[in-house]
């Protein structure tokens, strides 16, 4: 029998809390949230749910709020305060960039070893040295805009933590690595497809899942895998000078990570993209609901969508079929993979942005540039 909820403990009531956005938020470590996390964190993450915000952006918040509150803890023996005093963040900073050559010496240095031991048991710490800057960044952000959402000003602009940051990033270099070693390029891709060579159903949802995720502009994996049937419209067929025309279909994106989905962001597949998905989908027999779905044992097709990490497993399982690397490549190779193929083939940043939907000109720009180095005269001067 349910408890009463006036007996329910705050830890409880909490748990049932997190159980209402489990469907927005799924959390394989509820209870474990429900101790760590306050009344007032569970409130905000509800408020959130209903307005609407999208759910990966929904669980990376979660994400780095459960972080921050069990290093608050940790640090300190209390929930994090709300707004965070300047100490604090600073102390934050010191814990997460720290030099390991000097922590050799110094045992002081950096987090502490309780600090560290307790977030390892937890299994919110995982790395032997000291956080990617962007990790700190962002967690910092997120902190901020989680300030914010309640109504709270908080230092985190304040020249004094600015300052750490930055002379905290100098004293620890540390090399960017992007979210995938290398890109999906059209010479990479055709290795990957030519072990989708067959006419099973496997084969022919991961050829269609690969060519669309790279000619619709390099899609990220949620928006790959939350594909629908009703964001197709089909288009007319586009002349060409030495053939018959090519099939054409626009997928209405709805909302992406850097829109809100009230404008009706649109991108374009042409030719063979086309002709793969409607094989996959005539196959399926998919006239409605997730395009890209899961495959049972005995071939029975699911109505249910695929995971976004499936996107990623299919990608790598494919590369190592075609006697690549798998470590190499990930789903985000095909989002780079889009960008540095418009740059070998000379087309102009702002086309491939429009099909890409970038938003920051400096992000696109980096693969062109790259691209154009490596290729370039500057490159072969001997």
């Avoid at 629908?228 to 053939?243: A, F, M, S, Y």
Wanted: net charge positive; hydrophobic share 40%; aromatic share 4%.
């Amino acid at each position: 029998m349910a408890k009463p909820k006036t007996s329910l403990t705050a830890v409880e009531r909490r748990a049932e809390e997190l159980d209402t956005i489990a469907a927005v938020l799924p959390m394989e470590r509820r209870d474990e949230l429900a101790e760590l996390l306050t009344d007032q964190d569970v409130e905000t993450l509800r408020h959130l749910v209903n307005q609407g915000m999208g759910d990966n952006t929904l669980r990376a918040l979660t994400a780095d709020l459960s972080y921050l509150e069990a290093w608050g803890l940790a640090a300190t023996g209390q929930s994090l305060p709300w707004p965070a005093p300047e100490a604090l963040l600073l102390k934050f900073v010191a814990h997460h960039f720290w030099d390991p050559e000097k922590r050799a010496a110094d045992p002081d240095h950096g987090m502490p070893a309780a600090v560290d031991e307790k977030l390892r048991s937890q299994g919110f710490l995982r790395s032997a040295g000291p956080h990617a800057p962007s990790t700190v960044r962002r967690r910092l952000a997120n902190w901020s805009t989680l300030t914010k959402w309640r109504g709270l000003d908080g230092a985190f602009a304040s020249p004094s933590v600015k300052s750490a940051i930055r002379l905290a990033v100098r004293a620890v270099p540390r090399t960017r690595r992007r979210k995938s070693a290398k890109a999906v390029t059209a010479d990479v891709l055709t290795k990957l497809l030519a072990t989708c060579a067959t006419d099973s159903l496997r084969d022919l949802r991961d050829r269609a899942m690969l060519m669309v995720a790279l000619a619709s502009g390099g899609r990220r994996r949620s928006e790959i895998a939350g594909l629908r049937r009703e964001q197709l419209t089909v288009e007319p067929p586009i002349p060409v000078e030495d053939g018959p025309p090519l099939p054409s279909l626009a997928i209405h994106l709805g909302r992406t990570k850097t829109s809100s989905g009230e404008q009706d962001d649109v991108v374009y597949l042409a030719g063979r993209p086309v002709d793969a998905l409607n094989a996959w989908m005539a196959a399926a027999k998919i006239d409605k609901g997730s395009v890209f779905r899961g495959i049972g044992r005995w071939g029975t097709v699911s109505n249910r969508a695929i995971d976004p990490q499936s996107v990623n497993a299919i990608l790598k399982q494919r590369a190592d079929m075609a006697g690549l690397e798998p470590g190499e490549f990930s789903a985000h190779g095909l989002r780079s993979g889009y960008l540095t193929e418009a740059a070998n083939r000379g087309i102009p940043l702002p086309e491939a942005m429009e099909q890409s939907r970038h938003r920051s000109v400096q992000q696109a720009s980096s693969y062109y540039n790259n691209a154009t180095r490596r290729s370039g005269r500057a490159a072969r001067l001997l």
